[in-house]
């Protein structure tokens, strides 16, 4: 599987955004004027991987947080997930990292999420204890969403969250609650 760092591309932007509110609640997401803003950020790139018509079967947006990188998308084209394409992306991403991979996935404990933390895990990503709540990007500011932390490739520890928490809230989520 090859994925490669998008280049800015109104085109391409468009079609990853799209994906990102098919694959995700609203809360999860920023607006569109924001999500394109971010993409000035050195430390924010967008991988994908395209067909052999350049299409984009799906995309990971990771931050580069200096000892770690957070993932903080992953999406897979919904007419083609199941056929070993996220498999596939997240292994090649995997190998072209030195650094340990943080990601984020929902704690309610319902059939979609088990299988998704599954999935991670077949991959070597490690489910820790430790978690939070993720800031409301847009919508509902009231809505909690609780999240759990996986690290690649080794354990998460308690102090490496700590430091992963402040880094996210503060420099991410831009939270005050960190």
Do not use: C
Not at 133 to 148: F, H, T, Y
């Amino acid at each position: 599987m090859i994925i490669e760092r998008l280049k800015l591309d109104e085109k391409d932007f468009e079609k990853i955004y799209q994906l990102m509110v098919r694959s995700f609640p609203k809360e999860e997401i920023r607006t569109r004027e924001n999500a394109r803003a971010q993409l000035r950020d050195p430390n924010y790139t967008i991988w994908t991987s395209k067909n052999e018509v350049d299409e984009i079967l799906g995309f990971i947006a990771e931050w580069d947080m200096g000892s770690t990188v957070f993932v903080e998308h992953f999406a897979v084209d919904p007419t083609r997930r199941s056929g070993g394409i996220g498999s596939g992306m997240m292994a090649a991403y995997l190998s072209r990292t030195s650094k340990p991979v943080m990601i984020e996935v929902e704690d309610e404990k319902n059939e979609i999420n088990l299988r998704r933390i599954g999935f991670y895990q077949r991959l070597g990503f490690h489910l820790s204890e430790y978690g939070y709540d993720q800031p409301v990007m847009r919508g509902d500011a009231s809505k909690k969403i609780p999240l759990k932390i996986m690290r690649f490739p080794q354990p998460l520890t308690e102090e490496d969250f700590k430091n992963f928490r402040y880094q996210v809230f503060t420099q991410i989520y831009k939270s005050i609650d960190a």
